[in-house]
Every structure is written in C-alpha cells, then in structure tokens.
C-alpha cells in the first residue's frame, strides 16, 4: 500500500510569541495527536523558519511552519450513510449540521459511522483531505455547525484562519442555576490528570475565553449564549462547570438535575432525563477561503433542546 504524504505551509500566529512549538503545531494541525507532531518535529520533518528545532523551542511569531512526511497509512475511511444536512455547498467548502450522537472522526470504540464517513459518502473527492475536510471537531453529543472545506487550498485558509481565531464560533446553552448577568470566562483549561477523559481549569492549561451573554432566564435555570474565543476540548462545558453553572445533562461536568420548587411532571421528566449536554453549534461566521466574501451560518435549537427551553417557559410564567 503506498504511503500517504501530509503536507502543510503556513505561518505561526503573532499571538502565540513565546510559545512552545509542539503547542503551536497541535494547534495549526489538528489532524494529528501532539505526540506524532512532536515526533515529526524532533525528525526534522516539521521545521519552523527552514529550521530543525527542539518541541519545546519557543516561537517568535510569524515564522513559515512546514510540514512534509510520508507515513504508512492505517486503513481507509469508508462511506457510509450518515445522518446530517448540508446547510451550504460550494466548489470550496461545505457547511454542515450534525445531529447529537454522531461522532465527528473515526477512532478507537467508533471505527465507522462517522461524519467522516457520511462525508465521504455525500462527497467521495472529500477523501484526498485529511479527516475528509473537516476544520474543526465537536463532541459525540453536541450538535450544531461545521465547516468543511472540499480543496487543499480551501484547507489550508480555512485551518489558519480558524488558529488565527478569524471563525466565529457560537453556542447555545441550558444551565443549571441563575446567571444574574453575562460575563468573559477565562480560565486556562488542561487535561484532568486523574480522569483522563475530562479537561479541567488548570493554571498549568492552555489559555482559554468564553463569552457568556444571558438570552433568558428562569427559576432554576439560564439559556446562555457562548461565544469562544479559544477552541480548547470541552471548553465551553468545562468554564460554565468552573462558574457554578453546569450544562444540563452534562454529568460529566457537574450537572446534577437541578428543579424549581414545585416543577411540573413533565419539567422534572425533561431534566432528569436529558440524555446529552444541552449544548447546540448554533452559528458560524467565516470569511470565504477564496470568494472573501463573509458568511454567517445559523442552525435552529434542535427539538430536544427546544423542547426544554419551551417547558422552562412554561414554569416561569406567572399562572404556572
């Protein structure tokens, strides 16, 4: 089987001056695992400025970043009928919804039915890009928008302008408990050492911001809207955990069904029964790759998210 070849060209962010280079390659390249792109960079195959550097060299900013390696493949990702719908198609890139419970990328416990392989299966040319186009990820059971881009050069764009925080990423969330006002977390997020499944706030972490505005409130409850400002695992789960302030469903995080007084059976049936965090990929805002035209993208709540947000009206009106 013949080997696969990556490449990549692109230049490290002016942000990200004196940072650790293996930390600006997880970033720019996600793709791949921190522990192959340090690999590459102690062979030599991932150069900053045309130079072998250590992985824990310390960028200037603005130096070119160059990848070339050939590795043996593992396998194919095969099509498969996926469930998702295509918001927006062009020559460039695609813009899709995912439902809760797909998993974005194939890996160890989902080998297949992914939107990977709903991807490919929409779009076949889709395979000659890593992770057939896909720019960014989210969790199994966070639904909402992605971008996907269907060249390399739209690839390349689409994948510095998201580590140049040029995306904009919004979320809608339930949470337990009031929020009296809206607010900027930032709180550096790492990974939880002795859950290793879970990110925590770390001092040690990477930087992070999440920016909380409150669209409603009610009497055990908050519908909030995030915005990021960083794309760390779980962040937007872990900073409204770290305020006291759990996605509902979210056990993973601190949720613990929380109820008004008094709720009604089908407020409490709702809550302690939620199967996912209710957390939605509401809107996308990008500029396009090559047409540099803005775009901006919106997904409705989906019905179970919306389902919850309707019953929450409901308790808090005045004849509840």
């Given at each position: 089987?013949?080997?696969?070849?990556?490449?990549?060209?692109?230049?490290?962010?002016?942000?990200?001056?004196?940072?650790?280079?293996?930390r600006v390659a997880a970033?720019?390249?996600t793709d791949f695992s921190r522990s192959?792109?340090?690999?590459?960079i102690r062979d030599g195959r991932l150069t900053v400025d045309g130079r072998r550097e250590r992985p824990a060299y310390r960028v200037l900013g603005g130096e070119p970043l160059v990848l070339d390696v050939k590795v043996e493949p593992h396998g194919r990702d095969e099509p498969e009928t996926v469930p998702f719908d295509v918001i927006h198609e062009d020559a460039h890139l695609l813009v899709v919804d995912k439902p809760a419970g797909v998993v974005v990328h194939p890996g160890a416990g989902n080998p297949a039915g992914t939107l990977v392989n709903g991807l490919l299966a929409h779009r076949p040319a889709l395979a000659a890009l890593p992770r057939a186009g896909l720019v960014?990820?989210?969790?199994?059971?966070?639904s909402g928008l992605l971008v996907v881009a269907a060249?390399?050069?739209a690839h390349r764009a689409l994948v510095e302008a998201m580590a140049n925080r040029e995306i904009e990423r919004i979320y809608l969330a339930v949470v337990e408990g009031v929020l009296t006002a809206g607010r900027d977390v930032e709180l550096a997020i790492g990974r939880d050492p002795e859950r290793r499944t879970r990110q925590r706030v770390r001092e040690d972490g990477r930087p992070a911001l999440t920016r909380v505005r409150v669209k409603a409130r009610y009497r055990a409850h908050t519908v909030v809207e995030a915005t990021?400002?960083?794309?760390?695992?779980?962040?937007?789960?872990v900073h409204l955990s770290a305020i006291g302030h759990p996605l509902v469903g979210d056990r993973r995080y601190g949720a613990r069904g929380r109820l008004p007084t008094h709720p009604s059976p089908a407020l409490v049936a709702a809550v302690h029964g939620f199967r996912r965090q209710a957390l939605h990929a509401r809107a996308l805002a990008f500029r396009h790759p090559v047409e540099e035209t803005v775009l901006r993208f919106s997904s409705p709540a989906p019905p179970d998210i919306a389902g919850l947000m309707d019953l929450l009206e409901d308790d808090?009106?005045?004849?509840?």
């Open positions: 089987m013949a080997r696969e070849r990556h490449s990549f060209s692109g230049f490290v962010p002016e942000r990200c001056a004196g940072e650790r280079l293996d970033e720019l390249l192959r792109l340090t690999a590459w960014h990820r989210l969790d199994k059971d966070t060249n390399d050069a990021l400002g960083t794309g760390r695992t779980h962040q937007v789960r808090a009106a005045p004849d509840a």
